[in-house]
């Protein structure tokens, strides 16, 4: 069953009432109001046929529809103004529910201030509160774009968070690709790594904060022999033709051979390909972290 991920932001243009109305009745809902040339008219567009609207509208429609025909999973995100801040819940949708028209109020933000607000809306069951203290490593890698959207990275987070369910023994298939990203370069700081694994530089210290936007590499750091570290990670096998796509490109950071290049994927055992790259098995990375006293603490506070 599919996880979403639903948004009540400040650009949710309804009053604080009807706002803090969906937190409290544990409701998601959109609210598109044009039609489909993007206009606004005497009342709020309560179509759901896709068809009736713009292109952003239109695929929160369908998403909206499809979660409610088949159900699953959703973590909402919903800003309560009184706090000046985002409240977080997760909950499930079941199969064949009904979309409810809710009337509420316009906000400030357009011209339209106290008009009636007609939203699309879904009832959550199952609901759970997320504290903010847990919100961090569940909000990675939620979609960045969209009001509602399939969260194909969300794993079984949100379904288990939903069921109260907790691991007792998480593997590398539990962590996001930031908290794997950020699991290579912990281990690289290991003072036992560098004698356990001949080849494999200790880091030091990072140059940028990990992953973000840097192109072709996922770790920039400099190792305790003053060298530059360029590390890419990834879950993926090394086989695919994208994966080692992604290898070569680690190659022209190699400055003739004065950094260290290090790949991290699914991977047998530890090699250097004919670049100088030196190919890692994540997973290998992920059992011997895990088996220290500091990798234990990480793996108990990320997940």
């Known amino acids: 069953m599919k996880t979403y991920y639903i ?113 699309k809306a879904l009832s959550l069951q199952k609901v759970r509160v997320i504290k903010p203290r847990e919100q961090t490593s569940l909000l990675i890698n939620c979609p960045q774009q969209g009001t509602i959207s399939w969260w194909h990275k969300a794993g079984e987070k949100v379904e288990n968070l939903v069921k109260g369910i907790k691991k007792s023994n998480s593997g590398l298939e539990d962590l996001s690709t930031a908290q794997q990203e950020t699991l290579c370069s912990e281990f690289m700081r290991l003072p036992e790594t560098e004698i356990n694994f001949p080849g494999l530089p200790r880091l030091s210290h990072l140059l ?46 190699s400055d003739e051979g004065k950094n260290h290049l290090v790949f991290f994927c699914d991977t047998k055992k530890p090699k250097k390909d004919e670049d100088g790259i030196l190919i890692f098995p994540i997973q290998q990375v992920f059992d011997r972290f895990i088996s220290t006293k500091a990798g234990k603490e990480w793996l108990q506070y990320s997940l």
């Open 208 to 253: 940028l904060p990990i992953g973000r936007n840097m192109k072709d590499v996922d770790i920039y750091g400099i190792s305790t022999d003053g060298k530059k570290i360029f590390a890419q990670v990834t879950y993926s096998n090394l086989e695919e033709p994208k994966v080692k796509d992604k290898c070569k490109k680690l190659s022209k950071y």
């Open 7 to 119: 948004r009540h932001t400040k650009d949710l243009d309804i009053d604080n009432i009807t706002r803090v109305n969906l937190w409290k009745n544990r409701k998601i809902a959109i609210h598109f109001p044009e039609d489909k040339q993007g206009e606004i008219g005497e009342k709020d567009n309560d179509s759901l046929d896709p068809d009736d609207y713009r292109p952003n509208g239109k695929g929160a429609i369908k998403n909206l529809r499809e979660l409610a025909k088949d159900g699953g999973y959703v973590c909402a995100q919903y800003f309560i103004p009184d706090k000046d801040d985002s409240e977080c819940l997760v909950g499930y949708i079941n199969p064949n529910s009904e979309i409810e028209f809710i009337k509420g109020t316009w906000g400030d933000l357009k011209s339209y201030n106290g008009r009636e607000a007609i939203l």
